[in-house]
């Protein structure tokens, strides 16, 4: 047993398991996300503890330094990028990104939630059907350039977040199951309901056509087809998916290059835009960004003990402190790769590509800095249980 005073030291390694961990997770739940890394309860102390497995067991630190990297690189240097543009390289990333996501998608997740399947279908309606709706308020900030708004309108539209959401709902010992099986539905459904969101909220306010038909079948082509070509050939080839379960890191990595593409583009394309715009413009539009998320946060807790209420009260699916966690943290996120994919797809129907992905990268940001922070809470509060229970 570890003495008291030993202190805990965090591996850096995502595919590192401990055999002890009464919290591990079976891999027939992990899904789309096999590889992700649990942390038992007591080990975790510290925020910045908390933060570092919640960005290292999702890759997110990756995928956040892909992200970041190529906004840099599209200022730094935009030729590069305005040639990929022109050839559109996006779309064929992309399409990678999927493709390599039905590589990596085990199945199985959806049996484990049969218990909760009332929070499931709660969970999906306010990702897909009731979040979107703030999209209409947003639309109502006067700020200049105007893309930084719509970029977040658009962003409040999107299924949730494909890694962070699951991976902070494991290190706070939640439903993860469930968060899995939320996390695939609404990114599959999405397909469908984004672009009926656009439409609707968009096509009057900017006086233009907004091609939903086609944005429609793009998504499909995009997305859908990819992921269900990649989860054939994992199917198909058995070697192949051991070896991909194996190697998450490398597949992992791979996606975040992949969807920093886009993002290079996008900026390389309007970087003489970019430039014009105020520094404290774009803090008023971070600050936006963040105000949207607490605010996804504060109506999912208010939804969640309403419906607990409803059924059953104490006893009802909506009272279990796992299943509250996994949907408040999966409910409350959104996808940046949506919104990457979309934005490409609309051929700068709504404003310039660039000024309407910016705003979303830094939201999608905050939103895991914001909920690893929630975590940390929630896991103070359980270690101060724990020890008042055994005193």
């Given at each position: 047993?570890?003495?008291?005073?030993?202190?805990?030291?965090?591996?850096?390694?995502?595919?590192?398991?401990?055999?002890?961990?009464?919290?591990?997770?079976?891999?027939?739940?992990?899904?789309?996300?096999?590889?992700?890394?649990?942390?038992?309860?007591?080990?975790?102390?510290?925020?910045?503890?908390?933060?570092?497995?919640?960005?290292?067991?999702?890759?997110?630190?990756?995928?956040?330094?892909?992200?970041?990297?190529?906004?840099?690189?599209?200022?730094?240097?935009?030729?590069?990028?305005?040639?990929?543009?022109?050839?559109?390289?996006?779309?064929?990333?992309?399409?990678?990104?999927?493709?390599?996501?039905?590589?990596k998608l085990?199945?199985?997740?959806f049996r484990a939630v049969a218990e909760a399947w009332p929070a499931g279908i709660f969970g999906l309606a306010s990702i897909l059907l009731l979040s979107p709706f703030f999209s209409s308020l947003i639309l109502q900030v006067n700020l200049a350039p105007r893309e930084f708004v719509t970029g977040l309108a658009i962003f409040s539209c999107m299924p949730t977040t494909l890694s962070s959401g699951v991976a902070l709902t494991q290190l706070v010992d939640g439903n993860s199951a469930l968060a899995l099986a939320m996390t695939v539905m609404s990114n599959l459904l999405g397909i469908l309901t984004v672009p009926f969101w656009i439409s609707k909220f968009f096509a009057d306010d900017f006086g233009v056509p907004i091609p939903t038909r086609e944005l429609f079948w793009s998504l499909i082509l995009t997305l859908l087809i990819p992921l269900i070509l990649g989860k054939v050939v994992r199917n198909m080839l058995k070697g192949l998916a051991t070896y991909i379960d194996q190697n998450q890191r490398f597949f992992s990595i791979l996606s975040s290059i992949l969807l920093s593409l886009t993002p290079w583009m996008q900026v390389s394309k309007s970087r003489p835009l970019l430039l014009m715009v105020k520094p404290q413009v774009f803090?008023?539009?971070?600050?936006?960004?963040?105000?949207?998320?607490?605010?996804?946060?504060?109506?999912?807790?208010?939804?969640?003990?309403?419906?607990?209420?409803?059924?059953?009260?104490?006893?009802?699916?909506?009272?279990?402190?796992?299943?509250?966690?996994?949907?408040?943290?999966?409910?409350?996120?959104?996808?940046?790769?949506?919104?990457?994919?979309?934005?490409?797809?609309?051929?700068?129907?709504?404003?310039?590509?660039?000024?309407?992905?910016?705003?979303?990268?830094?939201?999608?940001?905050?939103?895991?800095?914001?909920?690893?922070?929630?975590?940390?809470f929630w896991l103070q509060k359980d270690q101060s249980y724990s020890k008042k229970f055994e005193a």
């Open positions: 047993m570890m003495k008291p005073t030993q202190s805990f030291r965090p591996t850096m390694l995502s595919g590192y398991f401990p055999r002890h961990n009464p919290y591990f997770l079976s891999n027939k739940y992990n899904g789309l996300f096999h590889g992700l890394v649990l942390v038992s309860t007591p080990t975790v102390r510290t925020l910045p503890l908390t933060i570092i497995h919640a960005i290292d067991n999702s890759n997110q630190g990756n995928f956040d330094a892909a992200l970041i990297s190529g906004v840099v690189l599209g200022f730094a240097n935009p030729t590069l990028g305005c040639l990929a543009h022109k050839y559109s390289l996006s779309k064929f990333s992309t399409s990678g990104i999927f493709f390599i996501s039905g590589l085990q199945g199985g997740e803090i008023q539009a971070i600050g936006m960004g963040i105000l949207v998320h607490l605010t996804l946060l504060g109506f999912n807790i208010v939804a969640i003990k309403s419906m607990s209420s409803g059924f059953c009260g104490s006893k009802s699916v909506f009272s279990k402190k796992e299943n509250f966690r996994a949907l408040l943290i999966v409910c409350s996120q959104k996808a940046l790769l949506i919104v990457v994919a979309v934005v490409e797809q609309l051929g700068g129907a709504l404003g310039e590509s660039g000024l309407l992905v910016l705003p979303c990268v830094a939201a999608h940001i905050n939103q895991v800095i914001i909920d690893s922070l929630l975590v940390n």
